[in-house]
């Protein structure tokens, strides 16, 4: 055999192909376990409804939080648990990260002919994605329903850009984070819980909170991409609305980060010894 | 006792040699603090005061919330259910020693180093940032000491209870968070009660959670007279009590339950 009938070319159409049935393979897996997922995604919808509850305790108090009302910060809350949600149910393999390198199991992708990041992404799934994605889903149904909005060709074409980057920054941060088990030998992925957690940052506008969180914010660990600025666009703040052009830049900065520290991680990689 | 004394120990050390991991989950509930620290900031710009609170007692509200919440956290309560999940409660069923007891003892345990820190932490904020005025008297400041002690062991009834579901249904993260939610709203950790509607207000005060946050704030920041504060209190206690004998007969029911995977 000569080496060009191996070579494989990743097309996006064989990504693609490859994703779905990755993804169908283990969709059967945690079907065998349905209990199981029934508590997720209850416990996720239910945690999500919580913290909805809070901010209408809060804005029948005041109505409005320096500029932004009710629908709109609900909107930024939901994007966060929404994108959390789009995170696990088709991202979810991140979160397996820590075991994939600590148990040696990385082996078994390196050997493939297929990208490692989409293996990883396919490692798992988590149900309680579903919960996110409904409720979220139906907050930011209510959100766009209640606030005023000039819908136009671009402004729909500009709203689904910036939607798309905030989801790709949000995953691209899991990845980034997860990144850590090449580094932090623990039994708990308490680093990337802790990054994820960042992400309560950006529930309310960034504008509360002093200079150097906002930036960290924008820059550092870019959440403000995933809910403050798509709020920002859909809802037409002008002082913040042009930040939208950068959601792409975001999301190439966040990935790019995260696939540099993927690969100096794999330099590091040694296996596990059995 | 003596067994039980070691336990605690132990489970301190514990906590201790895996002390990166303990740090970081602390630091991730700490953010969560600062986000709403802001958030109540921006809410009182403005505003003198909102529903009988004013911006420094709602600081002091953070902060005993704060501190009342990192007791006992996901850190060691995921410890109890991991127990159930991957089956070593099966060793703990051969040891001469009361599961209830024992994991009381170990959950102490490590409450003592969670604590610690976020009393250094909260100092340190309270100094640098906050500025919070203490309980005036002696008597207040000692009810709330014994207020907080028994929001641990309110606590405790509930994650134990909650932790026993988990035989049933196989699922830790999912029962925790359920837990956790239901937890943070109705102990007045999300928002003190007098921000609620009345109805919600009655709901929550009827049921337990109450103790975990409600009543050492509500004790801290003087809202309530001195035999207000006794039976208050008292009440914490009525659940402590309560709880403890659900669980005792939750494990009579759990035990049966019981799956262990492999041999």
């Known amino acids: 055999m000569t080496r060009t009938t191996l070579s494989v070319r990743n097309t996006p159409r064989r990504i693609l192909f490859l994703y779905r049935r990755l993804f169908g393979q283990q969709l059967k897996a945690i079907l065998e376990y349905s209990s199981d997922f029934y508590v997720m995604i209850g416990a996720a919808a239910f945690t999500q409804i919580v913290g909805f509850l809070f901010l209408w305790v809060v804005f029948s108090r005041i109505p409005v939080i320096q500029g932004w009302g009710f629908w709109e910060v609900a909107f930024m809350y939901a994007m966060i648990y929404f994108s959390e949600g789009v995170g696990s149910l088709f991202f979810e393999g991140t979160w397996r990260m820590l075991r994939l390198v600590n148990m040696g199991e990385l082996d078994r992708y390196l050997v493939r002919p297929m990208p490692i990041v989409l293996q990883i992404f396919c490692t798992g799934i988590g149900m309680n994605g579903i919960g996110n994605i409904a409720i979220g889903g139906a907050i930011i149904g209510m959100s766009l329903y209640h606030v005023d909005i000039d819908w136009s060709i671009t402004s729909v074409l500009s709203a689904l850009v910036v939607l798309a980057s905030a989801l790709a920054v949000r995953i691209g941060i899991n990845l980034a984070a997860n990144c850590s088990a090449f580094w932090i030998r623990t039994s708990g992925n308490a680093f990337p819980i802790m990054v994820h957690n960042m992400g309560e940052f950006a529930k309310y506008p960034i504008t509360i909170y002093s200079l150097g969180l906002q930036l960290f914010l924008a820059l550092g660990v870019p959440f403000a991409f995933v809910s403050f600025v798509p709020a920002a666009v859909l809802f037409g703040k002008e002082d913040w609305a042009a930040y939208g052009w950068l959601s792409p830049l975001a999301a190439a900065y966040v990935f790019g980060i995260a696939l540099l520290l993927l690969r100096i991680g794999l330099r590091r990689y040694e296996s596990s010894g059995n | ?263």
């Open chain 2, 1 to 263: 006792m003596k067994k039980y004394v070691s336990l605690a120990v132990c489970s301190m050390q514990n906590t201790l040699s895996y002390r990166l991991s303990f740090v970081l989950n602390f630091l991730g509930s700490f953010i969560a603090l600062l986000a709403t620290y802001f958030l109540w900031r921006a809410i009182y710009d403005g505003q003198s005061e909102l529903a009988g609170f004013d911006w420094n007692q709602m600081k002091s509200y953070l902060l005993v919330t704060f501190f009342a919440n990192s007791m006992l956290s996901y850190y060691s309560e995921s410890g109890i259910t991991n127990k159930v999940m991957d089956g070593t409660v099966a060793m703990d069923l051969l040891k001469p020693l009361n599961f209830q007891k024992a994991r009381l003892a170990e959950s102490l345990g490590s409450c003592v180093l969670e604590g610690l820190l976020s009393a250094v932490l909260i100092s340190v904020l309270a100094i640098a940032a906050f500025g919070i005025p203490m309980p005036v008297d002696g008597v207040s400041g000692i009810l709330f000491a014994i207020s907080m002690l028994s929001s641990i062991l309110v606590k405790f009834g509930i994650v134990y209870c909650t932790a026993l579901i988990c035989f049933y249904t196989t699922s830790g993260f999912g029962v925790i968070w359920a837990r956790m939610a239901v937890t943070n709203l109705l102990s007045g950790a999300l928002v003190p009660f007098a921000f609620f509607p009345d109805w919600l207000r009655n709901v929550a005060m009827a049921l337990p959670f109450q103790g975990i946050v409600n009543t050492p704030t509500t004790i801290f920041l003087g809202m309530s007279d001195t035999r207000e504060a006794i039976l208050l209190i008292a009440v914490q206690w009525f659940w402590i009590a309560a709880l403890w004998l659900l669980g005792r007969s939750m494990w009579g029911w759990a035990v049966r339950q019981i799956t262990i995977h492999g041999g």
